[in-house]
């Protein structure tokens, strides 16, 4: 999405891979932060009592991608890539200080997940920024593009987190990610409305994203957890869907 938005059309494979792996190692290392021994075991979930069990197939998998990345970044892609790397290692060393003095009993983080969701965002876009450099990197912090997805990104992990509050907490929780979908889908719907041909498709996949949390959180009473973490993560998958049938649709309209 990001590739198509800003004019590039093909990408070297070793980034999307790289990205993966990164992405995997980080989410995998978060998990055995969360799941370290000093937390209760009944305030663990069991995606960390697996990832506790099995702890250190995840550290050694961790260390084998680690060791891909730093090979990746040196001697195939662009050297870039790896400038604007140290950029995005910074954010995330960031939120694995926040992880690790975050209290054990403490099952949210508003200021961990905006942070999380921002890093997500720019690991995303820095990759392909590198090599279709048509802002310059600090327009490319600042772009909307950035800066929207990372609020959905964001919203998603406190909606999860705030589902499981409950009583007064939970109503007041709700009502915050309510608000906070209807101005998200609001400036992107503004940006939407004034973009270029492949911008707007874009910042309509985020509207999208946006009202599939808010219907969830309408809806979640009806949902227990589990089901409400895979719907939410699927609310994620939609802009992409939407994103592509839109920009196939435009291209070959103009083929």
């Known amino acids: 999405m990001f590739a198509k938005t800003w004019g590039l059309r093909s990408l070297p494979i070793t ?59 040196l001697t195939i892609l662009s050297q870039t890539v790896l400038m604007y790397g140290a950029f995005v290692t910074i954010l995330s060393g960031c939120y694995f200080v926040l992880a690790f003095v975050q209290k054990p009993d403490e099952s949210t983080g508003l200021f961990k997940n905006f942070v999380a969701g921002l890093t997500f ?8 920024h ?25 919203i998603n992990m406190t909606a999860i987190d705030f589902w499981e509050l409950q009583g007064e907490d939970e109503e007041d929780a709700s009502a915050l990610i309510g608000m906070a979908t209807l101005i998200l ?8 409305t004034r973009g270029d041909a492949w911008a707007k498709p874009f910042h309509y996949a985020i509207v999208t994203g946006a009202g599939g949390i808010y219907l969830l959180n309408k809806l979640r009473a009806n949902l227990d957890q589990d089901a409400r973490r895979l719907w939410v ?16 649709y435009y291209e070959s309209a103009i083929a």
Not at 47 to 62: E, N, T, Y
Not at 64 to 69: G, I, M, N, R, S
Request: hydrophobic letters at 60%.
């Open 233 to 248: 993560d699927l609310a994620l998958l939609a802009p992409v869907l939407l994103f592509w049938v839109w920009t196939t």
């Open 121 to 128: 965002a720019y690991g995303t876009a820095a990759g392909v």
């Open 15 to 73: 980034l999307p891979v790289t990205l993966a792996l990164s992405v995997w190692s980080v989410y995998a290392l978060d998990r055995l932060i969360d799941s370290r021994a000093n937390r209760p075991r009944a305030s663990l979930m069991r995606r960390h009592h697996f990832h506790r069990r099995f702890r250190w197939f995840f550290i050694l998998g961790i260390a084998a991608t680690l060791y891909w990345v730093i090979f990746a970044s």
């Open 130 to 154: 590198a090599y279709a450099p048509s802002l310059s990197f600090v327009q490319m912090i600042f772009s909307w593009e950035v800066v929207l997805f990372g609020m959905l990104c964001a």
């Open 185 to 192: 889908a609001g400036i992107s719907l503004f940006f939407a």
